[in-house]
């Protein structure tokens, strides 16, 4: 049974720095592309960044490049996005998603499976 737990979520000040940190279980790892998505009440679900499966390529929304990193460890089956420079705009329950082969379906929201979430607040 395919897991992927998301951690690290919280409540931060505009201008703090936040790492989320999805670990995934009862999957080839690497032959999955990986993404985070997030989410506010009453709008779509809403791509963020999406990482290969062999960490080689990444892709993000505009409106988070430069300030937000994907990154994996494939020996740990895990994904993290390291978010900085955090504004209340990006105040938004926050989902680790999974898509085997490429990234291209995953950063459309085309994805395999799905974490539970996790809830980032942004406070000015």
């Known amino acids: 049974q395919v897991q992927l737990a998301e951690s690290g979520g919280g409540l931060v000040q505009v201008g703090e720095s936040l790492t989320l940190s999805c670990a995934a279980t009862?999957?080839?790892?690497?032959?999955?592309?990986m993404g985070w998505f997030r989410q506010v009440p009453g709008k779509d679900r809403e791509f963020v960044a999406a990482?290969?499966?062999?960490?080689?390529?990444?892709y993000y929304t505009d409106v988070v490049k430069g300030r937000f990193t994907i990154s994996r460890d494939n020996a740990k089956s895990a994904v993290n996005l390291r978010m900085n420079r955090l504004k209340p705009e990006d105040t938004a329950v926050y989902y680790c998603?999974?898509?085997?082969?490429?990234?291209?379906?995953?950063?459309?929201?085309?994805?395999?499976?799905w974490g539970q979430g996790t809830q980032v607040t942004v406070s000015s």
């Open positions: 998603a999974a898509r085997e082969g490429s990234i291209y379906y995953i950063s459309k929201g085309e994805t395999d499976y």
């Open positions: 009862g999957l080839s790892f690497s032959n999955y592309a």
């Open positions: 990482i290969t499966g062999d960490g080689s390529f990444t």
